[in-house]
């Protein structure tokens, strides 16, 4: 499902509105709920009911800085395939005004996690929905995403995380974007050295267990390939399940056609692994 709420979101969610339509989303055979979230109080949403469920977050937490593309594409392939998907607007997301945007800078690890940790219950919740067969994957932030909840949580059987930090000083030291961490970080890490260290992924890899897929770009000067081979180090270190897709001639997005063809099937493949059996 996609989540939306009524007179908030900046511009309209088409396919919201479709199966909002008077006896649309029945036909469809998707179901309308409410989930009750602490800063709004009602959300509608609705899901279609297979078994197995799949959070999926983008880069800044998606809602339309880069849904038009490769994760909104990879949204589509993964309900054709059987999962029912989350796609959250949590805090740091657009839509909801730029407090909202901003309230997570300086905090990657706060309300945008238990967010998406709330978002997650509510899947649970839902009777269609095994909460013992849950997956997660994100690109850009939401690979950084994926990258701190596997020291946060066990929620889920596998995660898949594209073009994601793992430690953000050494990510400042080679990114092309030298604004955006200072502005997110408050300042340089030799100025704001506890915000870099409280919000990186590699301070928690001592409680990493779950099962991830890292993939990455050569060409990526936004997110440098460093920090995906060092999440699939730690990974490989850790005795983790984990499998590392990497492709020399992209950057912080797959572009070419085969290599796009590649990087959804592999992501499929990997959920399936792990989503599919009880385990």
Same mark, same amino acid.
């Given at each position: 499902?996609?989540?939306?709420?009524?007179?908030?979101?900046?511009?309209?969610?088409?396919?919201?509105?479709?199966?909002?339509?008077?006896?649309?989303? =029945?036909?469809?055979?998707?179901?309308?709920?409410?989930?009750?979230? @602490?800063?709004?109080?009602?959300?509608?949403?609705?899901?279609?009911?297979?078994?197995? *469920?799949?959070?999926?977050?983008?880069?800044?937490?998606?809602?339309?800085?880069?849904?038009?593309?490769?994760?909104?594409?990879?949204?589509?392939?993964?309900?054709?395939?059987?999962?029912?998907?989350?796609?959250?607007?949590?805090?740091?997301?657009?839509?909801?005004?730029?407090?909202?945007?901003?309230?997570?800078?300086? $905090? @990657?690890?706060?309300?945008?996690?238990? $967010?998406?940790?709330?978002?997650?219950? *509510?899947?649970? *919740?839902?009777? @269609?929905?095994?909460?013992?067969?849950?997956?997660?994957?994100?690109?850009?932030?939401?690979?950084? *995403?994926?990258?701190?909840? =596997?020291?946060?949580?066990?929620?889920?059987?596998?995660?898949?995380?594209?073009?994601?930090?793992?430690?953000?000083?050494?990510?400042?030291?080679?990114?092309?974007?030298?604004?955006?961490?200072?502005?997110?970080?408050?300042?340089?890490?030799?100025?704001?050295?506890?915000?870099?260290?409280?919000?990186?992924?590699?301070?928690?890899?001592?409680?990493?267990?779950?099962?991830?897929?890292?993939?990455?770009?050569?060409? $990526?000067?936004?997110?440098?390939?460093?920090?995906?081979?060092?999440?699939?180090?730690?990974?490989?270190?850790?005795?983790?399940?984990?499998?590392?897709?990497?492709?020399? $001639?992209?950057?912080?997005?797959?572009?070419?056609?085969?290599?796009?063809?590649?990087?959804?099937?592999?992501?499929?493949?990997?959920?399936?692994? @792990?989503?599919?059996?009880?385990?």
């Amino acid at each position: 499902y996609q989540v939306a709420a009524r007179g908030i979101l900046s511009r309209p969610v088409a396919h919201m509105m479709m199966v909002e339509a008077p006896g649309v989303a =029945e036909m469809l055979g998707m179901t309308r709920f409410e989930a009750k979230f @602490w800063w709004l109080q009602h959300i509608p949403a609705f899901v279609t009911p297979p078994a197995t *469920a799949l959070m999926l977050l983008g880069a800044y937490v998606l809602l339309r800085k880069h849904r038009e593309h490769a994760v909104m594409l990879l949204l589509w392939l993964a309900l054709t395939a059987g999962y029912v998907v989350a796609f959250p607007n949590p805090h740091g997301s657009t839509g909801y005004g730029q407090k909202f945007t901003e309230a997570i800078s300086g $905090d @990657w690890g706060g309300k945008v996690m238990e $967010d998406i940790m709330k978002v997650t219950d *509510a899947l649970a *919740a839902l009777p @269609w929905v095994d909460e013992d067969r849950m997956g997660a994957m994100g690109w850009s932030w939401g690979g950084y *995403a994926m990258m701190w909840l =596997e020291g946060h949580t066990d929620r889920f059987k596998c995660l898949a995380a594209m073009m994601g930090v793992y430690d953000l000083r050494s990510m400042y030291g080679a990114t092309e974007e030298l604004w955006f961490p200072e502005w997110e970080m408050r300042g340089p890490p030799w100025k704001s050295r506890q915000v870099y260290e409280k919000n990186s992924p590699a301070r928690f890899v001592d409680r990493w267990k779950t099962p991830m897929l890292v993939i990455q770009g050569a060409r $990526d000067f936004r997110v440098v390939e460093t920090e995906a081979f060092s999440t699939f180090n730690a990974l490989q270190r850790r005795g983790i399940p984990s499998r590392l897709l990497y492709f020399p $001639d992209e950057n912080h997005w797959v572009l070419k056609p085969q290599n796009s063809r590649m990087w959804h099937r592999t992501v499929l493949e990997w959920l399936d692994r @792990w989503t599919r059996t009880r385990r």
